[in-house]
């Protein structure tokens, strides 16, 4: 319980900031949008190597379509980062005192894009190796591939503001993560992170919610109250999605600049970032 209220008041202050700022619900939007225009021609392409020219109910995109995927799936996630970045960059602004705007918070994102390329590069591939990996691994290498995975996350987490804010290499901003991480944070990270917490809870209050009308509808045989209730769900995760995307930049913004720079992130109280990331001993 004592874990659940902290989380509270963590997504709390976070949402101070957003509410105060509520252009910045719109990169999450954005983003996701940009990411997607820009990935599904690859995509797309891959797709129509796979199956073009066969009657046969197998795909197989071979090496040229696994290439398209690849170079989607990288653009896809550089678009992404970058408008993480610009999320980033007006979290900082607004923790340091300021009050970014949507443009200031693009300007800043686009005079990083030459420094994220790297970081993009190299996310990605992380990515998709792990991936392929789990994949055609068994029970017990899908765990350890997992639990790799969560290293991975947990080490570099502080990589994107290092970048956005300093504007050093790829090299010094996942060795000061690191050291913030082996520092700071320690293995109680995993158990004090609260955003996914709240942001899954209010997810299944969400479909707790709307599950009555999809029970009379399927009860009723009514098509349009099932349908109904699917897309309002569907909406509602969404939105979820969106404010918790908004939610975790700030958050880790304001980690940045307690775990790296030292200061008191403005509307955080420096119990709560204690509280939330227990100094190893």
Same mark, same amino acid.
Not at 18 to 27: I, S
Not at 87 to 100: K, Y
């Given at each position: 319980?004592?874990?659940?209220?902290?989380?509270?008041?963590?997504?709390?202050?976070?949402?101070?900031?957003?509410?105060?700022?509520?252009? @910045? $619900?719109?990169?999450? #939007?954005? !983003? &996701?949008?940009?990411? *997607?225009?820009?990935? +599904?021609?690859?995509?797309? /392409?891959? %797709?129509?190597?796979?199956?073009?020219?066969?009657?046969?109910?197998?795909?197989?995109?071979?090496?040229?379509?696994?290439?398209?995927?690849?170079?989607?799936?990288?653009?896809?996630?550089?678009?992404?980062?970058?408008?993480?970045?610009?999320?980033?960059?007006?979290?900082?602004?607004?923790?340091?005192?300021?009050?970014?705007?949507?443009?200031?918070?693009?300007?800043?994102?686009?005079?990083?894009?030459?420094? @994220? $390329?790297?970081?993009? #590069?190299? !996310? &990605?591939?992380?990515? *998709?190796?792990?991936? +392929?990996?789990?994949?055609? /691994?068994? %029970?017990?290498?899908?765990?350890?591939?997992?639990?790799?995975?969560?290293?991975?996350?947990?080490?570099?987490?502080?990589?994107?503001?290092?970048?956005?804010?300093?504007?050093?290499?790829?090299?010094?901003?996942?060795?000061?993560?690191?050291?913030?991480?082996?520092?700071?944070?320690?293995?109680?990270?995993?158990?004090?992170?609260?955003?996914?917490?709240?942001?899954?809870?209010?997810?299944?209050?969400?479909?707790?919610?709307?599950?009555?009308?999809?029970?009379?509808?399927?009860?009723?045989?009514?098509?349009?109250?099932?349908?109904?209730?699917?897309?309002?769900?569907?909406?509602?995760?969404?939105?979820?999605?969106?404010?918790?995307?908004?939610?975790?930049?700030?958050?880790?913004?304001?980690?940045?600049?307690?775990?790296?720079?030292?200061?008191?992130?403005?509307?955080?109280?420096?119990?709560?970032?204690?509280?939330?990331?227990?100094?190893?001993?």
């Amino acid at each position: 319980m004592d874990r659940v209220s902290r989380s509270w008041a963590l997504a709390r202050s976070s949402w101070a900031v957003v509410r105060e700022h509520r252009e @910045l $619900l719109l990169l999450p #939007v954005i !983003s &996701a949008v940009a990411a *997607v225009l820009c990935a +599904a021609p690859f995509f797309g /392409s891959a %797709l129509l190597l796979a199956v073009g020219g066969t009657a046969t109910s197998s795909v197989h995109p071979g090496l040229a379509g696994y290439g398209l995927m690849f170079v989607g799936y990288l653009i896809g996630s550089y678009v992404a980062m970058l408008f993480q970045s610009a999320l980033v960059h007006a979290a900082n602004e607004r923790l340091a005192g300021g009050s970014p705007t949507l443009g200031s918070a693009l300007r800043g994102a686009v005079d990083r894009a030459g420094v @994220l $390329l790297p970081w993009a #590069v190299l !996310s &990605a591939t992380v990515s *998709v190796v792990l991936r +392929a990996v789990q994949e055609r /691994s068994g %029970l017990l290498g899908r765990i350890v591939t997992g639990l790799m995975g969560l290293a991975w996350t947990l080490v570099t987490f502080l990589v994107l503001p290092i970048i956005v804010v300093e504007g050093v290499g790829v090299r010094e901003a996942m060795s000061r993560s690191a050291a913030a991480f082996r520092a700071t944070w320690g293995e109680q990270v995993a158990g004090h992170v609260g955003i996914g917490l709240v942001s899954g809870l209010a997810s299944f209050a969400g479909v707790v919610a709307v599950l009555p009308l999809f029970w009379v509808g399927a009860s009723s045989g009514s098509t349009v109250l099932v349908i109904t209730a699917l897309v309002l769900v569907t909406l509602w995760i969404l939105v979820v999605a969106v404010v918790s995307s908004a939610l975790g930049g700030v958050y880790r913004t304001a980690l940045y600049r307690f775990a790296v720079l030292g200061e008191e992130p403005a509307g955080f109280s420096t119990e709560q970032i204690r509280g939330a990331f227990t100094p190893k001993r």
